[in-house]
């Protein structure tokens, strides 16, 4: 295969991550609305950590969190 196509597994694989991340990122910001933006990093963070196969630093983490609590659409690519 040419480098830089994917497969349709490939593809499949990370729309799969992609929404577990989405999914995971919105429970996050919404339970910690009413906490410390940090609180909320440290615990989205934490979570983002238990998913196979990718690696989320905290400044990720922390993207999302003010992206989102500010109102604008956050976009996740997986890779």
Known sequence: MAKGK??????K???????QVSDIVNEIVLATADEDVEVAIDKLHARLQRVNGQTF???WAKRAVVTM??????KI???
């Open 6 to 11: 994917s497969t349709p597994a490939d593809d």
């Open 69 to 74: 609590r500010r109102g604008d659409v956050f």
């Open 57 to 59: 630093d905290r400044a």
């Open 77 to 79: 690519i997986i890779k």
């Open 13 to 19: 694989r990370r729309a799969r991550i992609g929404r």
